[in-house]
């Protein structure tokens, strides 16, 4: 069965420095990634999703992501955050569909003034 | 703004209390789920509903009920719960079980068991 681990339970940084967040997943087979945000007293969104093609994916508020199958690492960047990207993020892995997608417990990244 | 609702919010049950969840989704997606989010837990997923018909049970108690009336609803009835059932209930939706399709979440009730 599929596992993934986010490596970094909390994460502080200073409002416009670049962040990186990390995620690893345990198959080497097809997989299908994802990384999902919740803000406070909400659910979670689609932040961003590999599935074929680019290693590179961009997602929205400026979020990237790469793909790498040799390391099956999906590590989340955002080159300058603001106070407004404090959340917590989740990695999820799916190679069988969406009902089999697996989650990370999440990391909670704090922006600091 | 969600196209997933989920009522109510917050809840509040005693133990020997009766109670349900409501999840609506608007957007024409055929498969629905619940998970549960515990602190420091990942998320786990209870049911699955794919055109109205339960696809996955995630080794839930009974005391979690689920019901999908339609494409477009689904309930969790809890009864006679533990003060462990304690958890944000999240609901989702995707277009359906595809493994292309990302999921859409509401933003969940919060459930306290006393």
């Known amino acids: 069965a599929q596992s993934v681990t986010q490596l970094d339970s909390q994460v502080p940084v200073f409002e416009e420095a670049p962040v990186e967040l990390r995620c690893n997943y345990s198959s080497s087979v097809s997989v299908y990634l994802f990384w999902y945000v919740q803000y406070p007293n909400q659910g979670l969104q689609l932040l961003l999703k590999?599935?074929?093609?680019?290693?590179l994916v961009k997602g929205i508020n400026g979020f990237e992501a790469e793909f790498n199958k040799s390391q099956t690492s999906f590590h989340l960047r955002k080159p300058s955050v603001h106070i407004s990207d404090t959340a917590e993020y989740f990695c999820a892995v799916s190679d069988q569909g969406a009902q089999k997608l697996v989650f990370g417990q999440g990391t909670r990244l704090t922006i600091n003034p | 703004e969600t196209g997933v609702t989920q009522t109510p919010r917050h809840l509040v049950m005693g133990m020997t209390n009766k109670k349900s969840l409501k999840c609506e989704q608007h957007?024409?997606?055929?498969?629905m789920y619940w998970y549960k989010q515990s602190a420091k837990k990942p998320l786990e997923l209870m049911f699955v509903?794919?055109?109205?018909?339960?696809?996955e049970n995630n080794s839930v108690p009974s005391r979690f009920s689920p019901e999908c009336p339609n494409s477009s609803h689904l309930f969790l009835h809890l009864h006679t719960l533990q003060p462990e059932d304690s958890a944000l209930y999240l609901c989702?939706?995707?277009?359906?079980?595809?493994?292309?399709?990302?999921?859409?979440f509401g933003n969940g009730t919060r459930l306290t068991v006393t």
């Open positions: 590999y599935l074929s093609g680019s290693t």
């Open positions: 957007l024409g997606h055929n498969a």
């Open positions: 989702a939706s995707s277009q359906d079980r595809d493994r292309h399709s990302p999921l859409h």
């Open positions: 509903y794919n055109f109205k018909e339960q696809t």
